[in-house]
């Protein structure tokens, strides 16, 4: 029997509450490394993530056999609590919704020039 091979890579954008300013230049590379480790840690691939200070971008691989939705929910959901204990901002909180995008490995280059 053969294997499968499938790659499944996404561009996801989601915004602050209400594109509250709350992701200062200060918090963003620290903020940004603690979602790569989500991603990771359920077994997708980061190539990049950027942002500012009222929305974030990410480039990444999820797993086939996970839920988009529940990949979000995982970022999300975590860095949020980050963002309240590290950053220090209590009332901090995330968007409701999100956008994804199917990702071609060809353009790749180009949105990771964007996300920069």
Do not use: C, N
């Not at 561009?11 to 903020?31: D, K, M």
């Not at 989500?38 to 990410?58: E, K, Q, W």
Request: proline share 3%; no cysteine; glycine share 10%.
């Amino acid at each position: 029997m053969g294997r499968t091979y499938s790659r499944t890579e996404y561009h996801i954008v989601f915004g602050t509450a209400r594109r509250t300013p709350s992701v200062s230049r200060e918090v963003r590379a620290a903020l940004y490394r603690f979602m790569a480790e989500v991603v990771i840690s359920r077994g997708g691939r980061v190539h990049g993530i950027g942002g500012t200070d009222d929305h974030v971008h990410l480039d990444v691989e999820i797993p086939v056999a996970q839920k988009v939705s529940d990949m979000v929910a995982a970022i999300k959901a975590t860095s949020s609590g980050w963002m309240r204990r590290r950053a220090g901002i209590p009332t901090f909180r995330w968007q409701r919704g999100y956008a994804a995008f199917s990702v071609s490995p060809s353009f790749r280059g180009r949105l990771l020039t964007y996300i920069d």
